[in-house]
Nanobody
């Protein structure tokens, strides 16, 4: 089992930046590929980005590519999401997720993910 705790959310103006962090504990962090998802009010949860266990490979939802960057520090058991050029439509609760298979995170199989954080709120004001 792995436990996930997100932090770094807050309120930012359009065009600003935020960096989210997700700290993992429990099982060996390097055993898991990691991902970020988000859910806006009244909308379904959606994939944002994923990173392989070693950090060698990253995957992004098309609309986030170029503005968002996922990274990880296995020595610190932490995965990050750097968000730049924020837009009001980025407003959502952002969730960290873990799975032993990276493709589970960026395909429709993400609904089977068992390890989620509690979420951190990001609000972008216009």
């Amino acid at each position: 089992q792995v436990q996930l705790v997100e932090s770094g959310g807050g309120t930012e103006q359009t065009g600003g930046s935020l960096r989210l962090s997700c700290a993992a504990s429990g099982r060996t962090f390097g055993d898991y590929a990691m991902g970020w998802f988000r859910q806006a009010p009244g909308k379904n949860r959606e994939f944002v980005a994923a990173i392989s266990r070693t950090g060698e490979n990253t995957y992004y939802a098309d609309l986030k590519k170029g503005r968002f960057t996922i990274s990880r520090d296995n020595a610190k058991n932490t995965v990050y999401l750097q968000m730049n050029s924020l837009k009001p439509e980025d407003t959502a609760t952002y969730y960290c997720a873990a799975d032993t298979v990276v493709s589970t995170l960026y395909t429709d199989r993400w609904t089977s993910i068992k390890h989620w954080g509690q979420g951190t709120q990001v609000t972008v004001s216009s």
